[in-house]
């Protein structure tokens, strides 16, 4: 069975500083990997997803994540953080033999935006 | 982008009574939902898989008599905690399998039951 494992459960990063949370994975095949953003109190918005192909994947919002199949990790990444941005990030995995739809979590990575 | 909302965003309720939370997809139609129970501090765990028109599939350990699914048209599901008790307080959330592969997340039901 697919797991995801978020090993930081807070960030604290400076407005305009560059972010990276990590997401490691387990999975005996390529997993579908996706990550997604919940604002306080909200449901999860889509920031992006991996199928294949490129493993640099671009999303909204200007979040990018590159999937590294030696380490199992779809870090997720800004060049340039927003206080807008301070909201719990999730990744998850999909198994395609399963119907990839049925996601697997992480416990996600709370991020918090200083000044 | 696609739109999935859900009602009631917040609720509370006596413990032993019933609470049914809506789900619907907006601009599109989704013969698949997905809902998930979210505790404090931790991640989100599918409890079932529901499907237009058929019985929903549950996950394991997930008791189908209490949490109650249905599926009647191609834009909306429904989920019924039956004879709720505190500890089914929760953030329930639910998502419709959309176009391209991606599931659409609604804004989630605060479910306190006192």
């Known amino acids: 069975a697919q797991s995801v494992t978020q090993p930081d459960i807070h960030i604290t990063v400076s407005e305009g500083a560059s972010l990276e949370l990590r997401c490691n994975y387990s999975?005996?095949?390529?997993?579908?990997l996706f990550w997604y953003v919940q604002s306080p109190g909200q449901g999860l918005q889509l920031l992006l997803k991996y199928f294949s192909g490129d493993t640099l994947v671009q999303g909204i919002k200007g979040f990018e994540a590159e999937f590294k199949r030696s380490q199992s990790s779809f870090n997720l990444r800004k060049p340039s953080v927003h206080w807008s941005d301070a909201a719990e990030y999730f990744c998850a995995v999909g198994a395609p033999r399963t119907g990839f739809q049925k996601l697997v979590f992480g416990t996600g990575t709370r991020l918090l935006v200083s000044p | 982008g696609a739109v999935v909302s859900q009602h009631p965003s917040r609720v509370i309720c006596k413990s032993g009574t019933s609470v049914k939370i809506e789900c619907r997809s907006l601009d599109f139609q989704a013969t698949t939902m997905f809902w998930y129970r979210q505790f404090p501090k931790q991640s989100l765990m599918l409890m079932a898989t529901s499907n237009e028109g058929s019985k929903a599939t549950y996950e394991q350990g997930v008791e189908k008599d209490k949490f109650l699914i249905n599926h009647a048209s191609l834009t909306l599901s429904t989920l019924t905690v039956t004879s709720a008790h505190p500890e089914d307080s929760s953030f329930y959330i639910c998502?419709?399998?959309?176009?391209?592969?991606?599931?659409?997340f609604g804004q989630g039901t605060r479910l306190t039951v006192v």
């Open positions: 998502s419709a399998l959309g176009g391209q592969g991606s599931a659409f």
């Open positions: 999975y005996g095949a390529t997993p579908y």
